[in-house]
Nanobody, 125 residues
């Protein structure tokens, strides 16, 4: 059974940093895109960032460009999200995501086949 398990969420002051991790088990995703989404209360789940299987291509939402960095370690079947200069509007539950089909990108929720359980990120002003 495939599992994506996030860690690293928490409470941080505005301007601070957090690093999220997502460890996958049950299958390898070395040929699959992985990414992060977030969902704030009362809002739809939105794309944050994704990274290709080859680590060459990364994609970011405009709202996080220049502040967040996505990376992955295929040997560990793990994807990371380094979040710097956090703002109160970054407060949300952050979800790890993976695509089932190989060699396809993740750009929206419809591209995702596997989801983590989510980790809360709260940024205080």
């Amino acid at each position: 059974q495939v599992q994506l398990v996030e860690s690293g969420g928490g409470l941080v002051q505005a301007g601070g940093s957090l690093r999220l991790s997502c460890a996958a088990s049950g299958r390898t995703f070395s040929n699959n895109a992985m990414g992060w989404f977030r969902q704030a209360p009362g809002k739809e789940r939105e794309f944050v960032a994704s990274i290709s299987w080859s680590l060459v291509s990364t994609y970011y939402a405009d709202s996080v460009k220049g502040r967040f960095t996505i990376s992955r370690d295929n040997a560990k079947n793990t994807v990371y999200l380094q979040m710097n200069s956090l703002k109160p509007e970054d407060t949300a539950v952050y979800y790890c995501a993976a695509r089932g089909l190989p060699f396809k990108v993740i750009r929206n929720v419809f591209d995702v086949d596997y989801w983590g359980q989510g980790t809360q990120v709260t940024v205080s002003s």
